[in-house]
């Protein structure tokens, strides 16, 4: 079975560092990735997409994937307050519709 | 703005009285998904469409159904809803035409369910 793995945290970061979320999943044919970032009581907004292995930028805002070693980042420079969510990790197959979350890394950025 | 519409926001239903969640689209998204998330859980995906094929998760009890009677609604029904039926209901959409972007799933704002 799929699984998709990310550190539940709190993750506490400085306001103006970097915070760097990660997550790794267990199935080889995995194709495509992505980062949604949940507020409190809110739903889910997609902020990520990544297809292929390497570094893909917006903003502030840089995800990473290493297929070999089934891991993809998403790295948040200048960080602010507003950051400050849950971020869910998904993978899906090519062809499948259906994503697989993680559970969630809990991001807090400290003024 | 295209966007996945959820209505009601908030529904506040009484232990075994059915409920109907309702959600549309202007993205004209051929996937349309229906998830259930409770507090610090990842979304736990109940059934989705594609197009009109309809697909249940294995796990999803029967009390929940779906209707999807056009391309832009779907329906969520829950037939009696119990106490650990309420949770935020979430509505997806998707334009699965064979490329990776196609994957893309888009929320819509949810549906908090309550059951007294």
């Known amino acids: 079975q799929k699984e998709v793995e990310q550190n539940s945290g709190p993750l506490s970061v400085p306001e103006g560092a970097i915070a760097s979320l990660n997550c790794t999943y267990s199935d080889r044919v995995s194709q495509s990735f992505f980062w949604y970032r949940q507020y409190s009581g809110k739903s889910p907004e997609l902020i990520m997409s990544i297809y292929s292995n390497g570094d893909k930028e917006d903003g502030r805002f840089t995800a990473q994937l290493n297929k070999a070693s089934q891991y993809v980042s998403l790295l948040i420079r200048d960080s602010q307050p507003s950051d400050s969510a849950t971020y869910l990790c998904?993978?899906?197959?090519?062809?499948?519709?259906?994503?697989?979350f993680g559970t969630g890394t809990r991001l807090t950025i400290i003024p | 703005d295209a966007m996945v519409i959820q209505n009601p926001r908030y529904q506040v239903t009484q232990f075994g009285k059915p409920v109907t969640l309702s959600c549309s689209q202007t993205l004209n998204h051929n996937v349309m998904y229906w998830y259930q998330q409770k507090s610090s859980q990842a979304p736990k995906l109940l059934f989705h469409?594609?197009?009109?094929?309809?697909?249940n998760e294995a796990d999803t009890p029967d009390n929940f159904q779906s209707r999807r009677p056009n391309t832009s609604f779907c329906f969520l029904d829950i037939r009696s809803p119990g106490l650990g039926d309420a949770a935020m209901y979430l509505c997806a959409t998707s334009r699965d035409v064979g490329d990776r972007r196609g994957n893309e799933q888009f929320f819509g704002p949810g549906t908090r369910l309550t059951v007294l």
């Open positions: 469409y594609y197009d009109k094929d309809f697909n």
């Open positions: 998904a993978v899906i197959d090519f062809g499948n519709e259906k994503l697989t």
